[in-house]
């Protein structure tokens, strides 16, 4: 454990590894044209155009975590970049269908391999990526993400009724 982190919140340790996280990433995929959230957008749609699927903005949004109107956005760089395609879908005008473009299916194999190397050296301290202790980690985490957070939760007190 780094030095200190023993007095501070489980809270303050995620957001500072998500933002080590991101700080890397960034770092690591700048050369190949992306930020780390084109990255996210990317990688995410390389897997699911693998499962058959032509996801919409919106479903690309539920799945990264992103907002939609920020998905939107970077489509659209993504779209002027030459790696993503945008078209309308045939079964609903108002969604808008996302598919990597051949340039777009190649910088991201590009990307997933530089990003796989990020996260082998982020796990090497639990044994590597196919250790038993970060299968259970990211066990951990999807645990952590799948829990409901509600902010305004903290200011209700349980006993009371709730207009």
Not at 60 to 67: I, S
Not at 134 to 162: I, S
């Amino acid at each position: 454990m780094s030095k200190g982190s023993e007095n501070v919140s489980p809270g303050f340790l995620v957001w500072r590894l998500s933002t080590k996280w991101r700080v890397a990433v960034d770092r690591a995929v700048t050369p190949l044209g992306l930020t780390h959230a084109q990255y996210a957008l990317v990688a995410s749609l390389y897997g699911m155009q693998r499962r058959g699927e032509r996801p919409s903005q919106r479903r690309l949004a539920d799945h990264t975590g992103l907002e939609p109107l920020y998905v939107s956005k970077l489509a659209r760089s993504l779209e002027t970049a030459g790696l993503l395609e945008r078209t309308r879908d045939p079964r609903d005008p108002r969604a808008v269908q996302l598919a990597l473009t051949e340039q777009g299916h190649e910088r991201t194999l590009q990307a997933i391999k530089v990003v796989q190397g990020l996260l082998q050296q982020q796990l090497a301290p639990l044994g590597g990526l196919d250790s038993a202790r970060a299968r259970e980690f990211t066990r951990d985490l999807a645990t952590l993400l799948d829990a409901p957070l509600d902010p305004l939760a903290t200011d209700r007190e349980p006993d009371k009724e709730q207009p």
